[in-house]
């Protein structure tokens, strides 16, 4: 009896798309490398500030990933709806570290090449982006960002049940610290998680031309 549910079991989960656990939402960014005067440059957007959500910052192209689509297909979407680089002009190089926020939102960032023909038809929706702007590649090889550590503690309420759990009021809770990383280029600031995505990204180049 047992053995045929576990076999049951086996034939329904085994090979199922591994998620994250209580994960809020699920969202797709490229970091878009663009060939402009024989130099790669790594394409970012400055967010309208008619938006809702962080209007204003520095992002990658991307955004929410929807019903029936892969994160890489969302990230293409995206990214032409935003500057208008259509999905045929770019060739993806590899998916990048996953990104999972203190909100549980997960992040799947995609590594992507443009060349200068696709990067002419270049044309930001005024509806989510301020602005378009590259940053030379070797700049951001070259240039330690700043690094802020932010601590991260848990805040736990009076009424939280101890004694269902056998444990004092003065239970160590466990903490960490977040790494925020600010790069700076002509005036321009890429921080918070697109910059985290910026140094996994350089750390992961320096890694292979080690090879």
């Known amino acids: 009896m047992n053995q045929h549910m576990v076999d049951r079991l086996k ?16 969202f797709a960014v490229l970091a878009l490398l663009c060939e402009k005067e024989g130099e790669l440059h790594l394409l970012f957007e400055l967010r309208a500030d008619s938006l809702r ?36 002009d770019i060739t993806l190089v590899a998916p990048l570290d ?26 930001p929706n005024q509806d989510e982006v301020k602005e378009a702007f590259l940053i030379p590649l070797t700049h951001l090889r070259e240039t330690d960002p700043y690094i802020y550590p932010a601590p991260v503690e848990m805040q736990i309420g009076e009424d939280f049940p ?43 180049l320096s890694e292979v031309e080690h090879v």
């Open 162 to 204: 101890y004694e269902k759990i056998g444990k004092a009021a003065d239970y160590h809770w466990r903490g960490g610290l977040i790494d925020v990383p600010v790069y700076e280029y002509q005036g321009k600031t890429v921080w918070g998680m697109t910059a985290r995505a910026v140094r996994s990204l350089l750390r992961l």
């Open 98 to 123: 996953l990104i999972v926020d203190i909100s549980n939102r997960v992040i799947y960032p995609f590594l992507g090449y443009v060349g200068e023909e696709g990067l002419s038809k270049l044309c």
């Open 11 to 26: 034939a329904a989960l085994w090979g199922r798309e591994i998620g994250i656990q209580d994960e809020t939402g699920r």
């Open 53 to 88: 959500g962080q209007p204003g910052e520095t992002c990658f192209p991307g955004g929410k990933i929807e019903a029936g689509e892969t994160p890489y297909e969302a990230a293409l979407r995206e990214t032409f709806e935003e500057v208008s680089i259509p999905p045929e």
